[in-house]
C-alpha cells in the first residue's frame, strides 16, 4: 500500500479512536479527506498525526464525468511528498496489505555536492484575491507531479501578511512554498509567491520585482505576472484565474491566450467573488471555465 485515504463525517466519526488504530496498523503516508474543512477541523485531523486533510472533492460532479483523476492527483502528491518515494501507477488499490518495510541503513560516503536545478521549461502562475487562499489551496493541492515546471502566485494579500499566508500554504499542501527573490532563475519544481507591495514579473526567465505603479489598485497585480509570463513563456504558459474582485488578470489571461499559451478561470458556482474571471470571460479571454476541484487536473494535463 502507498497511500492511506480516510474518508471521513466529522459529525458521527470518533476520530480519536479511529484514526490513530489505521495510521497505526497500516504506516504509510496517510489522506484525510472531509466534507467541509476549516482551520481547527484541519489542525485536529493533523494532530493526530494524518499527513495531508482535504476538502473532499464534489463528489456529483466527479460521477457526471465518470473520473477520479482529482483525486487521484491529491493521492500522488500525498505520497511524493510524505512518503519519500515514487507511488505505483495504481497506487496500491490492488496491492495486499503490508507494511512499508524500513529503508536499510546508509554508509557515510564522500560528500557529495547537490544536483543542479534546471531552469523551468514551462510555467503555471496563477491569480486569485477575495477567496483566494483555499482555492489556492484547493489547487496545488490536487497538483501531482510538478518538477518539470515552475508555479508562481499572486494573491492579493495585506502587506505584512505574506509570510503568515505562505507558511500556512505550506503546512497545507506539504510543498516546498516561498516568498519570490529578486533577480533569481526560476527553477523547475519551484513554488514561489509575489511579495507584499511589489509586483513579480518574469524576465528573461529570472524572477523579477516590479516597483512600478499598482495596476487595477493592486501591488503585486495579476496583470503583470501574467503578461511577463506571456512574453517569457508563450505557448509553454498556463494560466489559471481564481476567485476575486474586481478585473486583475483579465487582461493578463488575454496575453497570454494571444501567445498561444493556456487559460483556466474558475466558474461563477465554486467562486465567492466571481468578478476577476468573470473579466477574464468577458475579454474572450479564458479557453475554459471550471469548478474549483476540476482546475488542477486540467491545468497539469496541459502542463504535460
Known amino acids: 500500500m502507498d497511500v492511506l485515504l480516510i474518508d471521513i463525517d466529522p459529525a458521527t466519526e470518533d476520530l480519536r479512536r479511529r484514526i490513530p488504530s489505521l495510521l497505526d496498523r497500516y504506516r504509510v503516508p496517510s489522506l484525510a479527506l472531509v466534507p467541509d474543512l476549516g482551520p481547527t477541523l484541519e489542525q485536529d485531523i493533523r494532530a493526530l498525526g494524518v499527513s495531508v486533510v482535504r476538502r473532499r472533492p464534489d463528489l456529483r460532479y466527479l460521477a ?36 512499508v518495510p524500513e529503508p536499510p541503513p546508509t554508509t557515510p560516503g564522500p560528500a557529495q555536492s547537490e544536483a543542479p536545478r534546471r531552469t523551468a521549461e514551462r510555467v503555471l502562475v496563477i491569480g486569485a484575491s477575495t477567496g483566494g487562499p483555499p482555492a489556492v ?32 500554504l505550506r503546512e497545507s499542501t506539504g510543498y516546498d512554498i516561498r516568498i519570490a527573490q529578486d533577480a533569481r532563475d526560476l527553477e523547475a519544481g519551484s513554488v514561489l509567491v509575489a511579495p507584499g507591495n511589489i509586483h513579480l514579473a518574469l524576465r528573461g526567465r529570472r524572477v523579477s520585482y516590479d516597483h512600478g505603479e499598482r495596476r487595477n489598485f493592486q501591488r503585486p497585480s495579476v496583470d503583470v505576472l501574467f503578461e511577463t509570463a506571456a512574453q517569457e513563456y508563450g505557448s509553454a504558459c498556463v494560466a489559471v484565474l481564481l476567485t476575486g474582485m474586481g478585473r486583475d488578470g483579465a487582461e493578463g489571461c488575454r496575453a497570454i491566450r494571444g501567445a498561444g499559451g493556456y487559460v483556466i478561470v474558475q466558474d461563477e458556482a465554486s467562486s465567492a467573488v466571481w468578478g476577476m474571471p468573470k473579466a477574464a470571460v468577458d475579454l474572450d479571454a479564458a479557453h475554459e471555465v471550471l469548478p474549483i476541484e476540476a482546475i488542477a487536473e486540467r491545468a497539469e494535463r496541459k502542463l504535460r
Open 64 to 99: 457526471e464525468r465518470s473520473t477520479i483523476r482529482p483525486i487521484v492527483s491529491i493521492l500522488r502528491a500525498t505520497v511524493l511528498v510524505h512518503g519519500g518515494r515514487r507511488p505505483s501507477r495504481t497506487l496500491g488499490f490492488n496491492h495486499p496489505r503490508r507494511r
Open 137 to 168: 489551496k484547493t489547487v496545488l493541492s490536487g497538483l501531482g507531479l510538478h518538477d518539470s515546471y515552475a508555479i508562481l502566485i499572486v494573491q492579493h494579500i495585506s502587506e505584512g501578511f505574506t509570510e503568515g499566508y505562505v507558511r500556512w
